[in-house]
């Protein structure tokens, strides 16, 4: 059975680190491209980070570059999604996403909340 477990998530204060772990598991082990999205209350679901397989190639989103970083170990079949200098509008859930051929994959999600 394949799936995505996130894990990390907390309440921290405004400045603060975070780091959150996606643990995948069953068919979808090791696959091709890894996303982080978010959602905060009230707001749709928005796309944060991504990274390739081999971890050649990370996309991040404007709104967080510079403090978010994305990183993967194959070995241990995790993404991670490394949260520095957080601000009270990274609020949200987060969640972990992959595609294996025609099939979307998601996790169940990690609340983040970040307080001023």
């Known amino acids: 059975q394949a799936q995505l477990a996130e894990f990390g998530g907390g309440l921290v204060q405004a400045g603060e680190s975070l780091r959150l772990s996606c643990v995948a598991s069953?068919?979808?082990?090791?696959?091709?491209?890894m996303h982080w999205y978010r959602q905060a209350p009230g707001k749709q679901r928005e796309w944060v980070a991504g990274?390739?397989?081999?971890?050649?190639?990370?996309n991040i989103f404007d709104n967080v570059r510079g403090r978010f970083t994305i990183s993967r170990d194959n070995a241990k079949n995790t993404v991670y999604l490394q949260m520095n200098s957080l601000k009270p509008e990274d609020t949200g859930v987060y969640y972990c996403f992959t595609k294996r051929g025609v099939f979307d994959y998601w996790g169940q999600g990690t609340q983040v909340t970040v307080s001023s």
């Open positions: 990274i390739n397989r081999d971890g050649s190639d990370a």
């Open positions: 069953g068919r979808i082990v090791n696959p091709d491209w």
